[in-house]
């Protein structure tokens, strides 16, 4: 990312991180956004991943989903604009609510599998 992606996401991160349940991740040339489930094995209930091009993936579990998941708010190349964090900002919200959805189903799932 270049110096002024990096100052924008730094400020949107500190608002991002205030009150989130997401832990942010940097690695060599992407950004990751998880959602981490700790009560029993550790894992990645949801990744959002962004990359040095600003393209957008999406990842539940072990499962990459398709492009189309993101194209409500990026457009037909999933892809970020520079500057406007506030794109981020509403991917998040939205895979948020839909990971804690289906973690009450998840969990709704086993309490009937042990009954």
Same mark, same amino acid.
């Given at each position: 990312?270049?110096?002024?992606? @990096?100052?924008?996401? @730094?400020?949107?991160?500190?608002?991002?991180? @205030?009150? =989130?349940?997401?832990?942010?991740?940097?690695? +060599?040339?992407? $950004?990751?956004? +998880?959602?981490?489930?700790? =009560?029993?094995?550790?894992q990645? &209930?949801l &990744?959002?991943?962004?990359?040095?091009?600003?393209? &957008?993936?999406?990842?539940?579990?072990?499962?990459?989903?398709?492009?189309?998941?993101?194209?409500?708010? $990026?457009?037909?190349?999933?892809? *970020?604009?520079?500057?406007?964090?506030?794109? *981020?900002?509403? *991917? *998040?919200?939205?895979?948020? =609510?839909?990971? &804690?959805?289906?973690?009450?189903?998840?969990?709704?799932?086993?309490? +009937?599998?042990?009954?």
């Amino acid at each position: 990312m270049s110096e002024r992606d @990096e100052q924008q996401f @730094e400020q949107w991160s500190v608002i991002v991180d @205030e009150n =989130s349940q997401w832990v942010i991740i940097r690695s +060599c040339g992407f $950004l990751n956004m +998880c959602i981490v489930d700790m =009560s029993n094995v550790p894992q990645f &209930v949801l &990744v959002v991943k962004v990359q040095e091009s600003m393209i &957008v993936e999406v990842y539940r579990g072990n499962s990459h989903l398709s492009n189309s998941s993101v194209t409500w708010v $990026l457009g037909s190349d999933s892809k *970020l604009v520079r500057y406007r964090w506030s794109q *981020l900002s509403s *991917l *998040l919200s939205h895979f948020a =609510s839909v990971a &804690v959805t289906a973690d009450d189903m998840t969990v709704k799932f086993r309490a +009937c599998r042990h009954s």
